[in-house]
């Protein structure tokens, strides 16, 4: 059976919520984090080679950034229907939105939140304006982003936008898509459980 090394109310907590959409047989194991506020530290039992989260081991194999654990979780548990498998229609489209997370949104969500821009930057992973574009663009005539179904990619992309209310647009389209994923039974699940541990 996989092991996550997860800290509660971390980026690991959706790969939690993702485990309880799929029914996955995961253990989860709690290891502690250096916060921002100067509490926590590195924990000596957590095999991430910073010591991060999430981090999943299978076996001898070991996974680490989020897109690349949710597509080895779902692409193992194809029957939740929660990411298109490999020769499904939109399997592009949704190893995109994985990928457009971990190499444009969350670097662009840093970066606004560090107030950092450089004509670089920007030029390669353009801005959280031209982020919320793509976001709003998809969302416009179906409630997730790859359709009529929510997917592991609308848990995955909503997520920053779960912990931290204030980088919310004032765009209906991209505020209902987060309330939607906010909304999900498995989320709530884990919010609750992570708020009452606190
Ligand atoms: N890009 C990584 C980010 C992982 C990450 O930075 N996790 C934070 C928790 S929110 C962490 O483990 N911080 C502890 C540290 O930096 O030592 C991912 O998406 O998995």
């Known amino acids: 059976m996989p092991t996550l090394f997860h800290a509660p109310m971390s980026r690991s907590s959706g790969i939690v919520t993702l485990i309880d959409e799929l029914g996955a047989d995961v253990d989860i194991r709690q290891v502690s984090i250096p916060r921002q506020d100067g509490s926590g530290q590195t924990d000596p039992a957590n095999p991430h080679p910073e010591g991060k989260v999430p981090f999943l081991v299978d076996g001898t194999d070991t996974v680490r950034e989020r897109g690349a654990i949710v597509l080895y979780l779902t692409d193992q548990y194809p029957e939740a229907g929660l990411g298109p498998i490999e020769g499904s229609p939109q399997r592009g489209e949704y190893l995109s939105w994985l990928f457009y997370y971990q190499g444009v949104m969350e670097p662009v969500f840093i ?88």
């Not at 107030?115 to 976001?135: C, K, T, W």
Request: proline share 7%; glycine share 2%; with cysteine.
């Open 111 to 198: 970066l606004h939140a560090a107030g950092l821009s450089h004509p670089m930057v920007s030029a390669s992973l353009r801005d959280m304006e031209a982020m919320l574009a793509r976001l709003s663009d998809a969302l416009e005539t179906r409630p997730y982003l790859l359709g009529e179904r929510y997917s592991a990619a609308d848990l995955l992309c909503s997520s920053p936008f779960q912990w931290f209310s204030d980088l919310l647009p004032d765009n209906p389209r991209i505020r209902d898509w987060v309330a939607r994923c906010a909304d999900r039974p498995a989320a709530k699940r884990t919010l609750e459980r992570e708020m009452a541990e606190a």
